[in-house]
């Protein structure tokens, strides 16, 4: 039994020594313009997401998502996050394929975590994604502008969607091209 357990021990220690090597001599590729393995994207992302879960607060969000709240989150957004998560013109971020992983298009995709979740990506950022912590840079209430944008996207009042399209030149949700005459579009 004790020739058992010292086998598994060794086992283990040649494994994770190997692959200490591996990483620490060069042979893990780190370029952020090739897709990774199927296997590091879920180990990668469900890392981030138990992380998540662990150490992120569960905080409420102080601000009203009243137009003014919400207008100076657009606002922010666009100076702030726009060049990474896309813009409000629903054209998508031109450094979008130069990460790994590629950050999300907040404009096209909305995300539908909690608004604690949002808040604390936003102030504490996400390690090896290019996601910096803003918390040195905006204000609390800066970031909970933000996440109120971000998690009424899809709900926004008509003085707030008014203002989008004015200054974007277009709303929320993209314009529609019309289907073109005679296509049949039952067949899909």
């Known amino acids: 039994m004790t020739k058992f357990l010292l086998g598994v021990i060794v086992t283990l220690l040649v494994l994770i020594l190997g692959g200490l090597g591996f990483a620490l001599l060069g042979f893990f590729p780190t370029a952020a313009n ?17 992380s998540m879960e ?9 601000l009203m998502p009243n137009d ?5 989150g657009i606002k922010l957004y666009t100076m702030n996050c726009a060049l ?3 813009t409000l013109d629903h ?14 298009n907040l404009v096209s995709n909305p995300p539908d975590d909690p608004e604690w979740h949002i808040f604390y ?10 996601m910096p912590a803003w918390d040195k840079t905006l ?3 800066d970031m909970w502008k933000i996440t109120t ?6 709900k926004l009042p008509p003085g707030v969607q008014e203002y989008w399209k004015t200054s974007f030149g277009t709303g929320p949700e993209p314009e529609k091209k019309e289907p073109t005459k005679g296509a049949d579009h039952d067949h899909h």
């Open 121 to 130: 990506t936003i102030r504490t950022g996400v390690r090896y994604t290019g």
């Open 34 to 50: 090739v897709e990774p393995p199927h296997w590091e994207q879920h180990l990668a992302m469900g890392a981030a997401d138990a």
């Open 84 to 86: 990474c998560h896309g």
């Open 54 to 62: 662990r150490h992120a607060p569960r905080v409420t969000n102080p």
């Open 91 to 104: 054209k998508p971020s031109t450094l979008a394929n130069s990460f790994y992983p590629p950050p999300p």
């Open 68 to 72: 003014d709240n919400l207008i100076q």
């Open 139 to 141: 204000t609390s209430d």
């Open 149 to 154: 944008f971000l998690s009424h996207m899809d």
